[in-house]
Nanobody
Framework: QVQLVESGGGLVQPGGSLRLSCAAS????????WGWFRQAPGKEREFVAT????????IYADSVKGRFTISRDNAKNTVYLQMNSLKPEDTAVYYC????????????????WGQGTQVTVSS
């Protein structure tokens, strides 16, 4: 059974940093693209970042470009999201997802999803 488990969320002050992890089990995802998405209260889930199977291609939402970095460790079947210079508007539940194909911003292109981890940016 495939499982994606996010971790690393929490409460952080504006300007702070967090590193999210998403560990996969049940199969190897070295040939899959990964994505991070988020959903703020009262809003639809939105794209944050995606990375290709090799790590050679990354795409970011404009709202996080220059502050967030997506990376992956295929040996550990894990994807990461380093979040720096966090803002209150980054507050959301963050989800990781895996896709058997090219990286994409489109949510319905992803085959597997995690349960999410809460990130709260507040003073």
């Amino acid at each position: 059974q495939v499982q994606l488990v996010e971790s690393g969320g929490g409460l952080v002050q504006p300007g702070g940093s967090l590193r999210l992890s998403c560990a996969a089990s049940g199969r190897t995802f070295s040939d899959y693209s990964w994505g991070w998405f988020r959903q703020a209260p009262g809003k639809e889930r939105e794209f944050v970042a995606t990375i290709s199977w090799s790590g050679g291609t990354t795409i970011y939402a404009d709202s996080v470009k220059g502050r967030f970095t997506i990376s992956r460790d295929n040996a550990k079947n894990t994807v990461y999201l380093q979040m720096n210079s966090l803002k209150p508007e980054d507050t959301a539940v963050y989800y990781c997802a895996a896709r058997n194909g090219f990286p994409t911003r489109t949510q319905n292109g992803y085959n597997y999803w995690g349960q999410g981890t809460q990130v709260t940016v507040s003073s």
